[in-house]
């Protein structure tokens, strides 16, 4: 089983642990429900999430010359990733956040958020970053230099996102 498989196992089990936490200490404290609003706010969050998850694997798909699941031999900077250097990440938070919203108390919200924020954070510091400076070296150092790692620029990222992914490998 390939390293990102059981990655992906260990991030599935801590959203188990996360949210399981959150509602057993919302019911044990008895906490009011968040407005509808809130939980609207939280649907229109995990819709809006789909966006960056979806277009980062279908480009990591198309241009990553991908090994094994989940993992790349390849570079990916086109597109998505000329706007933030981790947008599956940055989908992955969103998600959970905007899913502790619409759970709706805020035990739940903030159990889940927090520790979801804190393995996305903690993830690209102590794994993905340094696997991807060790694969790429200095063409990861220049790239680096000019994307942020989670935080998008907005107009970019915009740009981008009402656009069809260009299929012309570079």
Not at 23 to 51: E, S
Not at 134 to 149: C, D, G, L, S, W
Not at 154 to 159: D, G, H, W
């Amino acid at each position: 089983m390939s390293k990102c498989r059981i990655r992906l196992i260990y991030w599935l089990f801590l959203v188990g642990i996360s949210i399981t936490g959150g509602i057993v200490t919302d019911i044990i404290l008895r906490t009011k429900p968040f407005p509808i609003f809130v939980r609207i706010l939280g649907i229109v969050g995990m819709v809006l999430a789909h966006f960056p998850l979806k277009r980062s694997g279908k480009l990591l798909s198309l241009f990553g010359e991908s090994e094994k699941w989940g993992c790349t031999t390849r570079l990916v900077t086109k597109d998505i990733y000329q706007c933030v250097r981790h947008p599956h990440h940055l989908g992955v938070g969103i998600f959970m956040t905007s899913f502790g919203l619409l759970i709706g108390h805020i035990w739940s919200f903030l159990i889940i958020s927090i520790i979801q924020w804190l393995w996305v954070v903690g993830f690209l510091f102590l794994v993905e970053e340094r696997e991807l400076m060790k694969n790429f070296r200095e063409e990861y150092t220049a790239y680096r230099q000019k994307v942020p790692m989670l935080f998008p620029k907005l107009f970019c990222i915009l740009r981008v996102l009402t656009k069809p992914i260009e299929v012309a490998k570079e």
